[in-house]
C-alpha cells in the first residue's frame, strides 16, 4: 500500500512503504520525497525547515505519537490518489543515515526486520 503525504501548506509530498509495526511502535521507513513547495504560505520559516528535501532523495520517516511533523512543522499522512484522503497520523521526516538496515531498499519493499526508534 502507498501512502502520500501532505505538509503544511502542500511544502512536502512523501512517498512511504510502511507506516507502522503489528504493534503499533514507531518505525523509520523509506520514503522518497516525489515533490515538495517551499515558502507556499508566505512563511520564511518553512522554506528553512524543508530547503534541504532533494526530489529523488531517500529519507528516513518516523511516526510521532505527539502530533508534532515534518521537520518541525506540520503534515498528515494520507491515502495515496488511488482513494479519497483520510487522516491516519502525523510524522516525522529526517534523512536517512547510514543505516544498513535501510540501504538498498527499494520503496515497495519492507525491511526484513522492523526499525526500532530510541
Known sequence: MWWGVEGHCNDVTITLSKLKTEDDTEIAVPAIIQEYQVNACG???????????????LYGVRLHASGKAGI????????????????????????????????????????EKPIEVT
Open 43 to 57: 512563511d520564511k520559516s518553512t522554506e528553512q525547515k524543508f530547503e534541504n528535501l532533494d526530489p529523488g532523495t
Open 72 to 111: 518541525g512543522d506540520d503534515a498528515i499522512v494520507t491515502q495515496s490518489t488511488l482513494a479519497p484522503p483520510k487522516k491516519i497520523d502525523r510524522f516525522v521526516v529526517e534523512p536517512v543515515v547510514d543505516d544498513p538496515l535501510l540501504k538498498n531498499i527499494e520503496t515497495t519493499e519492507e525491511p
